[in-house]
């Protein structure tokens, strides 16, 4: 079984859906530099102030400062069972970095599961998409919406739009895919670790057809 896992895609391929279904059914830890800079931001740390200027223009937040912050959550003991790398790496740098770091920790990569989703599909998804301000939860103004209009199924908590899911910050997050993370692919491939997966379908399938292949 495969419990090292790095998780890619462009924004709006589904991959923190997908990263909590597999932490629950698996027993992950569920690492998101993403959420961790958004707790870093809610909390009003260096570290939030710093990212947010980054985060909130749609720009990658610079590689020192996201690797420091993974090597140190790697370090954890959570991660013994396996772990999900969600959001992380994003730039070649970022990935020389974790090759060296999961050698030293004995914690090596064993799969690079790829979401690949067209264009316009990415596009809808990202400025409908919601989050749950409170547990992170995430709904689509059309296709996933709450029981009650505003409010998280979960917990109760606010919908709210995140700050950088509009058009201008999309364009400059899709582009920097495009240019820096589209590049990690051939990265893995090399290494024999990718495995690509359609996120077009839906999120049910997308989850079974991961489970299977994990188990295989
Ligand atoms: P996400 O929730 O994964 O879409 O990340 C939100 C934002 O956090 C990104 O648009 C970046 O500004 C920043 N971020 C998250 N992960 C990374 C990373 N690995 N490298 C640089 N910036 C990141």
Avoid at 125 to 154: F, M, N, T, W
Avoid at 166 to 193: A, H
């Amino acid at each position: 079984m495969k419990l090292n896992i790095i998780l890619m895609g462009p924004p709006g391929a589904g991959k923190g859906t997908l990263a909590k279904q597999l932490k629950s059914e698996f027993n992950l830890a569920h690492i998101s530099t993403g959420d961790m800079f958004r707790d870093a931001i809610k909390a009003g740390t260096e570290l939030g102030k710093l990212a947010q200027s980054y985060i909130d223009e749609g720009h990658l937040v610079p590689d020192e400062v996201t690797i420091g912050l993974v090597k140190e959550r790697l370090s954890n003991k959570d991660c013994e069972n396996g772990f999900l790398l969600d959001g992380f790496p994003r730039t070649i740098p970022q990935a020389e970095a974790l090759q060296e770091l999961s050698k030293e920790i004995q914690r090596p990569i064993e799969v690079v599961i790829n979401l690949s989703c067209d264009n316009n599909e990415l596009v809808r998804r990202i400025s409908g998409r919601r989050v749950c301000k409170v547990c992170g939860a995430p709904y689509h103004i059309d296709s996933a919406k709450p029981k009650i209009e505003g409010k998280c199924d979960l917990c109760g908590g606010e919908l709210i739009q995140r700050k950088d899911d509009n058009e201008e910050s999309l364009k400059v997050r899709l582009g920097d895919y495009n240019l820096k993370t589209k590049p990690l692919l051939d990265y893995y491939s090399n290494l024999g670790l990718l495995k690509s997966f359609n996120s077009l379908q839906g999120k049910e399938s997308l989850f079974d057809e991961v489970k299977l292949f994990l188990k295989s």
